[in-house]
């Protein structure tokens, strides 16, 4: 089955600095890969999505890449705030029947003033 | 979230009652999801519905039915609760293929 990890220890940053996530995944080559936001007691928040043949996608302060040779994608917050603190998912679409989206278990940023 | 409501936000049950939980949209989406959180395990998916009482399984589907009679309302079903259906339940609907999903606010459910 699709195996998808991300840095499950919380990332730590100074405002205005850059902060990177990282995604790696297993078994299957996606036909593309998103980005969620998911603050404590609420549902996740679409940000991006990148297509397999995409390298790169920006939206505002934030990047995301992907390498399906590597099989990961780094997403980046530029100039980051203390707002940007967060849970950060990430989820892979095999195009398979369905759309169904699989999950990755997210990694908390933590942004300090 | 604008366009998807979860009904009840909170319940408490006890083991071996039927519990219902609603998801209900007004964006005449397609696809409607149902995962479960937890901690250690992220989102899970349970069931999803790709059309009117066109419904599947998803990756952790035992102990769990669905039902959507209409578009807008995919209802999933505990038939006999147990304390490891404790969990936040999340609903989230999809127009098309290439869309991010949208999430509702979760139905945080305690099975003692």
């Known amino acids: 089955s699709q195996k998808i990890e991300q840095n499950s220890e919380a990332l730590n940053i100074q405002e205005g600095k850059t902060a990177t996530l990282t995604c790696n995944y297993t078994n299957y080559s996606p036909a593309y890969l998103q980005w969620y936001r998911q603050d404590p007691g609420r549902g996740p928040v679409f940000l991006l999505l990148i297509r397999e043949n995409e390298k790169e996608k920006r939206k505002e302060r934030l990047k995301v890449t992907f390498d399906t040779t590597l099989k990961q994608s780094l997403f980046h917050i530029t100039a980051s705030q203390p707002a940007d603190s967060a849970t950060y998912l990430c989820a892979l679409d095999i195009a398979s029947a369905g759309n169904m989206l699989t999950f990755g278990g997210g990694t908390r940023l933590m942004v300090k003033p | 979230d604008a366009g998807i409501t979860q009904s009840p936000r909170h319940k408490v049950t006890e083991t071996g009652t039927p519990v219902t939980l609603r998801c209900h949209q007004t964006e005449n989406h397609r696809y409607m999801y149902w995962y479960r959180q937890d901690p250690g395990h992220g989102l899970r998916l349970i069931h999803y519905?790709?059309?009117?009482?066109?419904?599947d399984k998803g990756e952790v589907s035992d102990g769990y039915s669905v039902s959507r009679s209409k578009t807008e309302d995919f209802l999933l079903t505990l038939e006999s609760a147990t304390s490891s259906q404790t969990s936040v339940y999340f609903c989230?609907?999809?127009?098309?293929?290439?869309?991010?999903?949208?999430f509702g606010s979760g139905t945080r459910l305690t099975v003692v």
């Open positions: 519905s790709y059309g009117v009482k066109d419904t």
């Open positions: 989230a609907i999809r127009d098309t293929g290439l869309d991010g999903y949208t």
